[in-house]
């Protein structure tokens, strides 16, 4: 193996125990350092693979400070520490660890951890590299096309969107003579959907008239210097560059990535990207820009020698997103969860999906797997939260004929359902402390045995997991393996809760609207406009489905012919309804499911009002009807005084 490792840590028997450790399991033991200073000089001596760091050390910078460094220059770590706790974890996963090992720990445990190091950072460079040489052909062949020239912008643009992420872009002007911030400028408005933003359009926005905008533009200096500007940076820049000032206010953008072209006639080109996120650009986009300048400069000089040019038209945008068909919305938090998920889909790596219960953890895995090369094979759904523990494993592994009372055939478990394919592993946080070890093994070996079975099974599948829980205060407290963390963690996405893209709820809540009208039979009316302002200033605890089940109760209780009104104040109950998990199979069931939905809201509304109907903060007043249709409708449901007992 050969492996070079650099131990970094100030108490002497633990290094000296780790030293042993390791030698012992092949490892070469490069140095032992008890400062960061230390630490340096060793590792531009003889470059270690892996660096196992203490968080405290001597001298005044930490482990922490010695792992920003390493990250820069791409060298995996695990930290070593006394403390578990939970700011520890968290100001340690900032830095993005490769492992974590938490003292006093086992030799098993190092050798593990070590070895999950290693195949991270492998598989992340290793990804990186494919993504980008992925980039630099899609480059290529934008270069080698000889269609309109805005297009070829519009198709650079969007090759490099899932690599520097962007909510907003400029792009250097195409004559001598323009004006710096002249060149075409698109506003992100969907996955592929861009809206260019021209000096009209800029004074529609902005209100302000044409040589106003112009002045600006003349009082704005060219940039020429390559930058990241996030936070305070981005705040002072704006306040020297007026036209930066006026896209940042207009588009609440918050950080800016510069990357300067040098054309070969000695112009400089700027390629300015803007984001809505305050920390967007990174070191690593900068390094990326300046790998890719040459093909850049290559590119961008071919499309302005390019003559066949039309004006770049407006696009239209429903909130569905290309690639996405299930996806619906638009906020740029979505869009950079749908960058993540277009960028790994086809590296055939495991996906952690995090977020909270609802947020649509399970759309995503299953657009990861639409979009991988492995679509036409299964994708298998385990709930490890639905099944009982002494069912799960046999669940998942399968299980040969005999293997326990009650095993009268072989069966085959999830994992080789999914050959092929991928394994969906969602509410991962509940799997039994026990199972989690076996997990870790099939992910390692990718082999598994049938229980009750003598041999392993080879089986080609990848995974996905999902949790809506905190997987580091699990590790913490011991009710989830941190090594079996660190394995799935390998790419993680956060979907965000609903009410932090409010952007979102109106076109979800049509979408819903239609799809519900449709699955009723009944006509879409729209949704009324006092019933959205409510939607869109509601916070959404239960996140889309939530959304989703206050709809389709809408829907069932509307006529068709008016738009939809609220019929039950948000987060009155559990938004379920009786056919929120059952398919429905007739019209008569269609029919009962919401005459039953009908009963259940009206009752609890004259719950609430002590069973009054009539008059000031009454059940009808409430659920907007007059009081003779409920009375009526109150009759022909059969709801009797005792049933609100
Ligand atoms: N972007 C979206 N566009 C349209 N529908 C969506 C979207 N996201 C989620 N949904 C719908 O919202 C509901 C909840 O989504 P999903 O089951 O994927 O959430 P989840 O995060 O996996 O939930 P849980 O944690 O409870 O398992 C589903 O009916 C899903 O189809």
Same mark, same amino acid.
């Given at each position: 193996?050969?492996?070079?490792?650099?131990?970094?840590?100030?108490?002497?028997?633990?290094?000296?125990?780790?030293?042993?450790?390791?030698?012992?399991?092949?490892?070469?033991?490069?140095?032992?350092?008890?400062?960061?200073?230390?630490?340096?000089?060793?590792?531009?001596?003889?470059?270690?693979?892996?660096?196992?760091?203490?968080?405290?050390?001597?001298?005044?910078?930490?482990?922490?400070?010695?792992?920003?460094?390493?990250?820069?220059?791409?060298?995996?770590?695990?930290?070593?520490?006394?403390?578990?706790?939970?700011?520890?974890?968290?100001?340690?996963?900032?830095?993005?660890?490769?492992?974590?090992?938490?003292?006093?720990?086992?030799?098993?445990?190092?050798?593990?951890?070590?070895?999950?190091?290693?195949?991270?950072?492998?598989?992340?460079?290793?990804?990186?590299?494919?993504?980008?040489? &992925?980039?630099?052909? $899609?480059? +290529?062949?934008?270069?080698?096309?000889?269609?309109?020239? %805005? /297009?070829?912008?519009?198709? @650079? !643009?969007?090759?490099?969107?899932?690599?520097?992420?962007?909510?907003?872009?400029?792009?250097?002007?195409?004559?001598?003579?323009?004006?710096?911030?002249?060149?075409?400028?698109?506003?992100?408005?969907?996955?592929?959907?861009?809206?260019?933003?021209?000096?009209?359009?800029?004074?529609?926005?902005?209100?302000?008239?044409?040589?106003?905008?112009?002045?600006?533009?003349?009082?704005?200096?060219?940039?020429?210097?390559?930058?990241?500007?996030?936070?305070?940076?981005?705040? &002072?820049?704006?306040? $020297?560059? +007026?036209?930066?000032?006026?896209?940042?206010?207009?588009? %609440? /953008?918050?950080?800016?990535? @510069? !990357?300067?072209?040098?054309?070969?006639?000695?112009?400089?080109?700027?390629?300015?990207?803007?984001?809505?996120?305050?920390?967007?650009?990174?070191?690593?986009?900068?390094?990326?820009?300046?790998?890719?300048?040459?093909?850049?400069?290559?590119?961008?000089?071919?499309?302005?020698?390019?003559?066949?040019?039309?004006?770049?038209?407006?696009?239209?945008?429903?909130?569905?997103?290309?690639?996405?068909?299930?996806?619906?919305?638009?906020?740029?938090?979505?869009?950079?969860?749908?960058?993540?998920?277009?960028?790994?889909?086809?590296?055939?790596?495991?996906?952690?999906?995090?977020?909270?219960?609802?947020?649509?953890?399970?759309?995503?895995?299953?657009?990861?797997?639409?979009?991988?090369?492995?679509?036409?094979?299964?994708?298998?759904?385990?709930?490890?939260?639905?099944?009982?523990?002494?069912?799960?494993?046999?669940?998942?592994?399968?299980?040969?004929?005999?293997?326990?009372?009650?095993?009268?055939?072989?069966?085959?478990?999830?994992?080789?359902?999914?050959?092929?394919?991928?394994?969906?592993?969602?509410?991962?946080?509940?799997?039994?402390?026990?199972?989690?070890?076996?997990?870790?093994?099939?992910?390692?070996?990718?082999?598994?045995?049938?229980?009750?079975?003598?041999?392993?099974?080879?089986?080609?599948?990848?995974?996905?997991?999902?949790?809506?829980?905190?997987?580091?205060?699990?590790?913490?407290?011991?009710?989830?393996?941190?090594?079996?963390?660190?394995?799935?963690?390998?790419?993680?996405?956060?979907?965000?809760?609903?009410?932090?893209?409010?952007?979102?709820?109106?076109?979800?809540?049509?979408?819903?609207?239609?799809?519900?009208?449709?699955?009723?039979?009944?006509?879409?009316?729209?949704?009324?406009?006092?019933?959205?302002?409510?939607?869109?200033?509601?916070?959404?605890?239960?996140?889309?489905?939530?959304?989703?089940?206050?709809?389709?109760?809408?829907?069932?209780?509307?006529?068709?012919?008016?738009?939809?009104?609220?019929?039950?104040?948000?987060?009155?109950?559990?938004?379920?309804?009786?056919?929120?998990?059952?398919?429905?199979?007739?019209?008569?069931?269609?029919?009962?499911?919401?005459?039953?939905?009908?009963?259940?809201?009206?009752?609890?509304?004259?719950?609430?009002?002590?069973?009054?109907?009539?008059?000031?903060?009454?059940?009808?007043?409430?659920?907007?009807?007059?009081?003779?249709?409920?009375?009526?409708?109150?009759?022909?449901?059969?709801?009797?005084?005792?049933?609100?007992?």
């Amino acid at each position: 193996m050969n492996k070079k490792i650099l131990i970094v840590e100030d108490e002497f028997i633990v290094s000296n125990d780790l030293r042993l450790i390791l030698e012992s399991a092949g490892y070469q033991v490069t140095g032992i350092a008890d400062s960061v200073k230390q630490a340096r000089t060793l590792i531009d001596t003889n470059r270690p693979d892996v660096v196992l760091l203490d968080i405290y050390l001597k001298g005044k910078e930490t482990g922490i400070d010695l792992a920003r460094w390493l990250s820069s220059v791409n060298i995996a770590f695990v930290y070593l520490s006394a403390n578990s706790n939970q700011q520890v974890l968290e100001a340690a996963r900032a830095t993005q660890p490769y492992g974590f090992l938490v003292k006093p720990f086992r030799g098993k445990d190092v050798l593990v951890t070590l070895d999950i190091a290693r195949y991270r950072h492998e598989n992340s460079l290793e990804a990186s590299l494919r993504r980008e040489a &992925q980039l630099e052909q $899609q480059l +290529a062949g934008i270069a080698a096309q000889s269609t309109d020239k %805005h /297009l070829r912008l519009l198709r @650079v !643009i969007q090759a490099l969107q899932a690599h520097i992420p962007f909510d907003f872009i400029t792009t250097g002007n195409t004559t001598p003579d323009a004006l710096p911030y002249s060149g075409e400028t698109f506003l992100r408005i969907g996955f592929e959907q861009y809206q260019p933003i021209d000096i009209v359009a800029l004074g529609t926005i902005t209100k302000l008239r044409q040589p106003e905008l112009e002045a600006m533009q003349r009082s704005s200096a060219l940039e020429t210097f390559s930058a990241i500007l996030n936070g305070a940076a981005f705040t &002072q820049a704006c306040e $020297q560059n +007026a036209m930066k000032q006026l896209y940042a206010r207009s588009f %609440h /953008l918050v950080a800016n990535l @510069v !990357i300067p072209l040098l054309m070969p006639d000695g112009r400089i080109y700027p390629l300015s990207f803007y984001s809505r996120r305050a920390d967007a650009y990174q070191q690593e986009h900068l390094s990326l820009s300046v790998r890719l300048l040459p093909m850049l400069t290559r590119i961008i000089q071919s499309i302005q020698h390019h003559n066949v040019s039309t004006p770049p038209t407006p696009v239209a945008t429903t909130g569905r997103q290309k690639n996405f068909a299930n996806i619906v919305g638009n906020s740029h938090l979505l869009l950079s969860v749908l960058d993540l998920v277009s960028q790994v889909a086809p590296v055939d790596t495991s996906v952690l999906v995090l977020g909270e219960s609802g947020t649509g953890k399970e759309r995503i895995a299953q657009s990861i797997h639409e979009l991988s090369a492995r679509k036409k094979h299964p994708l298998v759904k385990v709930n490890c939260a639905a099944l009982p523990a002494n069912l799960i494993e046999s669940e998942l592994f399968g299980h040969e004929k005999g293997a326990f009372t009650g095993a009268l055939e072989r069966r085959i478990g999830k994992f080789e359902q999914a050959e092929g394919g991928t394994l969906f592993l969602d509410e991962i946080g509940e799997m039994p402390v026990e199972l989690q070890v076996k997990l870790l093994r099939v992910l390692q070996e990718k082999e598994i045995e049938r229980v009750g079975g003598k041999s392993t099974v080879k089986i080609n599948v990848r995974f996905i997991a999902a949790t809506n829980r905190n997987l580091e205060k699990e590790v913490a407290e011991g009710r989830f393996r941190l090594d079996l963390y660190y394995r799935l963690n390998v790419f993680p996405i956060v979907l965000p809760p609903l009410r932090e893209r409010r952007e979102d709820i109106a076109p979800l809540a049509q979408y819903f609207a239609d799809k519900f009208a449709a699955k009723f039979n009944k006509a879409a009316a729209g949704i009324s406009d006092k019933m959205m302002h409510e939607l869109e200033t509601w916070h959404w605890p239960g996140n889309i489905r939530e959304l989703e089940n206050v709809i389709e109760q809408s829907v069932i209780l509307s006529d068709g012919k008016q738009p939809l009104q609220l019929r039950r104040p948000l987060g009155a109950a559990a938004q379920t309804t009786p056919t929120a998990n059952v398919p429905l199979q007739t019209l008569e069931e269609v029919k009962m499911a919401q005459r039953e939905t009908e009963k259940a809201y009206i009752l609890s509304i004259l719950k609430k009002t002590n069973g009054r109907i009539r008059g000031n903060g009454g059940a009808a007043e409430i659920m907007n009807l007059k009081p003779t249709t409920l009375e009526s409708r109150i009759f022909k449901l059969g709801i009797r005084k005792e049933d609100l007992q």
